[in-house]
């Protein structure tokens, strides 16, 4: 028995669901870099924000606000044209990584 609870524990512990999303990874594969530039300090355009060093519960809301129209002011239509490629664990993992970016 406890040789079987051991191999569930061990199947759990490695399952790609349960491990933690690279933002990194993420916002460089779901194109945030396009316009916010690599390292999320050199935009695209003179009127796209600086996303590195945000705080990141600021930024998963104003992405899930974008995503969902709550937010929408002229300037966010291209985001919200690519926000379908996100989840809210992709939203959260790649404000996380965006919050440690000086």
């Known amino acids: ?3 079987v609870m ?4 061990a199947g759990l512990i490695t399952t790609p669901a349960f491990a933690a999303l690279d933002g990194a ?6 194109t945030c870099n396009a316009c916010h530039g690599p390292k999320g300090d050199k935009p ?3 009127n796209y924000p600086k996303v590195a ?4 519960a600021y930024s998963e809301q104003q992405i899930k606000d974008i995503k ?3 937010r929408n002011n002229g300037q966010t239509a291209a985001m ?3 926000l379908h490629l ?3 664990e992709e939203i959260k993992a790649i404000s996380e990584y965006l919050s440690k970016l000086k």
């Open 1 to 3: 028995m406890k040789f």
């Open 6 to 9: 051991t191999l569930l524990a």
């Open 25 to 30: 990874k993420l916002y460089a594969e779901k």
């Open 44 to 46: 695209l355009m003179p």
């Open 53 to 56: 060093g945000q705080n990141a």
């Open 68 to 70: 969902s129209g709550a």
């Open 80 to 82: 919200k044209g690519v």
């Open 86 to 88: 996100v989840n809210d």
